[in-house]
């Protein structure tokens, strides 16, 4: 058990990978600008980080920003392209201190010059971390990212580095974004919106899905530990029956 959580620590997800939504109705409904749902949004995301951390999840994927985002006004883009630069630059000798690799997957070449260079001296500065990968999600779809790979795919096939046969679903796995992090365990959405908004299309094959009503800025320790438990409850069959599952001939 992890001490006061109460929580088996053999059945903790691998990897949790979360669509952070709902910073925007949370502001509205303080008559707030949704800029400062973001703010909040941000505080969220501290406060998730560590409790993963402490908890011994290895993998952590947050959604931070869409390729559909772009579309959003300007102002709203560039203050989540500042608060992004900000909590890199912030959080950056924290992750180093709690042994946190920071990782970033998606079309990142689309953003801001100067966010694109902190991103890249922060992964560059936690490469020798292990104790968790710190995952986000920038620029991200899962069609584009699929696209990509198989555009690479096709390359590598012309000129002869793959042959037809070797393709299968780990040699796909390889060409992802994502490649040599294992499919999320559990996958978490706030604010009760039922959709996967073009997030891990791919790696979500047989993940578990949480949806909390709770919006991200609301979002906790405690609402994490809750969407645990209820993946802790739950039975993993990957298409099997529960008795090739627990071994068992009952
Ligand atoms: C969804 O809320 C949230 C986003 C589009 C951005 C998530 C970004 C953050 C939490 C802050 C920056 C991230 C990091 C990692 C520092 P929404 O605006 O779609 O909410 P709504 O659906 O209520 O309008």
């Known amino acids: 058990m992890i001490e006061h959580f109460n929580l088996p620590k053999d059945k903790l997800p691998y990897h949790i990978a979360i669509i952070m939504d709902g910073n925007g109705r ?5 008559n707030l600008n949704r800029i400062k749902g973001h703010m909040k949004g941000v505080e969220a ?22 390729v559909e985002n772009w579309q959003r006004p300007a102002e709203e883009v560039n203050a989540l392209m500042g608060l992004l630069k900000e909590y890199l630059l912030k959080e950056s000798p924290e992750m180093i201190r709690n042994n946190i690799r920071l990782n970033a997957i998606g079309r990142l070449e689309d953003l801001p010059p100067d966010v694109l260079e902190i991103l890249k001296k922060t992964i560059k500065q936690t490469e020798g971390c292990d104790g968790m990968i710190l995952n986000l999600a920038l620029s991200y779809g899962g069609r584009s990212e699929i ?13 002869g580095r793959i042959r037809e046969e070797e393709i299968d679903s780990p040699l796909f796995s390889k060409y992802l974004w994502t490649n040599g992090i294992p499919d999320p365990d559990l996958l978490i959405r706030t604010s009760g919106e039922f959709r996967i908004s073009n997030f891990l299309l791919w790696q979500i094959a047989y993940t578990e899905i949480y949806v909390t009503e709770t919006l991200w800025p609301d979002f906790n320790r405690e609402e994490l530990l809750k969407a645990i438990a209820d993946y802790q409850s739950r039975e993993r069959r990957f298409g099997m029956i529960s008795e090739q599952i627990n071994g068992s001939k009952e």
């Open 45 to 66: 995301v501290r406060e998730v980080v560590t409790a993963c951390r402490e908890l011994g999840i290895k993998v952590l994927t947050l959604y931070a920003f869409s």
């Open 147 to 159: 696209l990509h790979a198989l555009k690479r795919i096709f390359s590598d096939l012309k000129d």
């Open 26 to 30: 949370w502001a509205k409904k303080k």
